[in-house]
């Protein structure tokens, strides 16, 4: 027939842009540095290598309730099994809690930088993305409370942020939420919390703790290492963790996964070994850069936002190619709204050093 018609979407889904993951293919022979994804240089823990090689029976389901983890997670922290969610990585979770609290005449509210996955989720569930400003590319919360209106139902906020690599101390936290109403979710999403050395930083668990209305979410992608085994979980009220254990697939978490995620978060010197390679050269690479004459916005995560001057031959394009022709690659952050910055995440000294050395030949002749 020549009348052929497609099924359409409801209203909002066409108006989502797919989200595109940093770039980790390039053509040719040779290895490729990739820092493109905030994945950590050291890798898992060989204990959590171990645990998915042995993982048991492929033919069976995996426990839906993914226990061992949750009880794994709530030792580590000192927490309520019960009050765990785990999911296919943290953001699962956020399209859970969307999905859950979001819908159509409803409004969200995250940052101006904040996570492309939040405005993804809020539209797919037929609600309205509201964006407040930061200043000096940090969340604000004046800004985010001056969004706030009768139909808020939920506030996104990365803490700390991904791709500026700021935080909100917990002071301000508190004080965010205190002023929130108490008919919205505030959701901090702490995917790169292991990674912060800050006295003034709480990942969000008191909140969760004390409210009835904050969830935190994590992840085992970044420090642990788990990126392509998609484990998150979320710390959330007892009413909340059953409203999402009521919507969530009923085998969202595989059986190797499981295994892998309890060796890694039993795994405490791995993963203190991970956070200081990053304090480390997380330091030397903002030093190095910087001295380049280049500006870093300074970032408490495993990864930097690098900032390009707004010349010919000299923007970051124009240090993208110039990287990927050394088969570097770092990720473009346009969609995030900087059009002339790179995100770097820490890799290894070699990797950190070469990368180094290829800005710093590219400065050196003009960019050109």
Not at 188 to 214: F, H, I, P, Q, S
Not at 309 to 338: N, S, W
Request: aromatic residues 8%; charged residues 20%.
């Amino acid at each position: 027939m020549s009348d052929k018609t497609t099924p359409t979407p409801r209203p909002g889904i066409m108006d989502i842009a797919p989200y595109v993951p940093g770039t980790g293919y390039i053509a040719g022979a040779g290895p490729v540095i990739k820092l493109s994804s905030n994945e950590t240089p050291l890798g898992p823990s060989p204990k959590a290598l171990a645990a998915v090689s042995g993982a048991g029976e492929l033919a069976r389901y995996p426990d839906g309730s993914a226990a061992k983890l949750r009880e794994a997670i709530a030792n580590c922290y000192g927490l309520n099994a019960e009050r765990i969610v785990c999911g296919a990585g943290s953001d699962e979770l956020l399209g859970l809690l969307a999905q859950a609290y979001l819908g159509p005449g409803d409004e969200a509210i995250y940052t101006t930088h904040g996570f492309l996955v939040y405005r993804i989720v809020i539209l797919a569930n037929g609600a309205t993305p509201v964006i407040a400003p930061e200043v000096d590319n940090r969340a604000d919360v004046d800004a985010i409370l001056s969004k706030v209106t009768g139909a808020t139902k939920i506030v996104f906020l990365a803490n700390p942020n991904n791709p500026t690599g700021t935080y909100l101390p917990f002071d301000e936290l508190q004080r965010l939420r205190k002023a929130l109403p108490e008919q919205v979710l505030l959701v901090v999403d702490a995917a790169y919390a292991e990674y912060v050395r800050r006295n003034d930083y709480e990942a969000g668990l008191e909140l969760v703790a004390t409210t009835a209305n904050t969830v935190m979410t994590r992840t085992f992608s970044k420090v642990y290492g788990l990126a392509a085994l998609r484990i998150g979980w979320c710390y959330a009220p007892a009413a909340i963790a059953d409203v999402l254990n009521r919507i969530r697939g009923p085998f969202n978490v595989s059986a190797p996964a499981v295994a892998a995620g309890v060796a890694a978060i039993g795994d405490a010197v791995h993963m203190e070994k991970a956070v200081t390679h990053n304090e480390k050269w997380l330091a030397w690479l903002t030093e190095k850069i910087e001295a380049l004459g280049l500006t870093v916005t300074p970032s408490v995560a495993n990864f930097l936002l690098i900032h390009f001057p707004d010349i010919e031959g000299q923007r970051a394009g124009d240090a993208d190619a110039a990287l990927t022709i050394k088969r570097i690659l770092l990720r473009r952050v346009e969609a995030y709204g900087f059009p002339n910055a790179l995100r770097m995440s820490v890799g290894t000294e070699d990797e950190n050093r070469k990368t180094l050395d290829v800005l710093k030949a590219f400065l050196a002749r003009g960019g050109g």
